[in-house]
Structures are given as structure tokens and as C-alpha cells.
């Protein structure tokens, strides 16, 4: 990754289909490209909450699917922390179900782009990797110098 740290949220309105755009420009903010490959790397749930109880499954889990999601690879670890508080809110919500957990989870993970729709807002697109890309194959224009 470059040196200039991870991508942020874009600010602004979402984007309109081509054909309603009325300013035909260049936009402002490319889309970040990345390629659909589950992220291996990011780090593991840890073995207790912070107030030292154990996580559910269902928390586990989901912790499974953040931790993977391809765009993952462009947090640091201010994003990973900010993971792990959404994480204890989601288990908070889970446990309680108090309204104020769930609009504080849903505003979490929109930042964390763990939708479509939030990954829409965040102009981040997944893009398939071509599996059986072939190399152009380079001529050695040595084999043409005596012809």
C-alpha cells in the first residue's frame, strides 16, 4: 500500500446513472477498484469482550465476514479499531436490543461499507479477477534483424 494512507469516505451526494447527470464533467472522486478476493489478512476477533465476557457465534461470525470483505485490505488500524468498537456495539444490540445500539451499528457499518448500498456511498466497486489472463506474449525482434 502506498504511503498515503487508506482511502476515506467521499463526501457528497451518490452518484446518478449517466444518463441523468447534468454535469457531463469528470467527477471528483474516481470509484476505488478492488479486486473480489476475500481479504486473509485482517486480524482476529479478541478471545474476550472488553468487559471480559465471551463473543456469541452470531458475533463471531460477523466478525468472520468484516474481517474478510475484499475492501478490508485498504483499512490501517485506525479502521480495525474502529472495526472492534462496532463489533462491541453489534454485540451490545445483539444482547440488549436497545434502538440506540441499532442506529449506532447501522452508522458504523455504512463507515465500514458492510453492504452494497454502503459500499455505493463509499465509491468502492468490486471487480472481478480473470482467473486464466494470459501474458501477451513478447516477439524477440532479434528472430526478424536477418530476414
Known amino acids: 500500500m502506498s504511503g498515503r494512507g487508506p482511502k476515506l469516505p467521499v463526501r457528497g451526494t451518490k452518484p446518478k446513472p449517466d444518463d441523468q447527470k447534468r454535469f457531463r464533467g469528470k467527477a471528483t472522486h474516481d470509484w476505488v ?12 476477533l479478541p478471545g ?9 457465534e452470531r458475533i ?6 468484516w ?3 475484499p475492501h478490508a485490505k485498504l483499512w490501517g488500524p485506525a479502521e480495525w479499531d474502529f472495526a472492534l468498537d462496532a463489533i462491541e456495539i453489534a454485540a ?11 442506529t449506532e451499528l447501522r452508522n458504523r457499518e455504512k463507515v465500514l461499507g458492510t453492504t452494497l448500498d454502503y459500499l455505493r ?3 468502492i466497486r468490486y471487480v472481478d479477477v480473470m482467473e486464466n ?15
Open 121 to 123: 456511498d463509499l465509491r
Open 60 to 65: 463471531k461470525a460477523k466478525w468472520d465476514t
Open 92 to 102: 451490545l444490540l445483539h444482547e440488549k436490543g436497545s434502538p440506540s445500539f441499532a
Open 67 to 69: 474481517r474478510q470483505m
Open 48 to 56: 474476550a469482550r472488553s468487559d471480559g465476557r465471551p463473543w456469541s
Open 133 to 147: 489472463e494470459q501474458a501477451a506474449e513478447v516477439t524477440n525482434i532479434a528472430d526478424y534483424r536477418n530476414l
Open 33 to 44: 477498484e478492488v479486486p473480489n478476493v476475500p481479504f486473509l489478512e485482517g486480524p482476529d
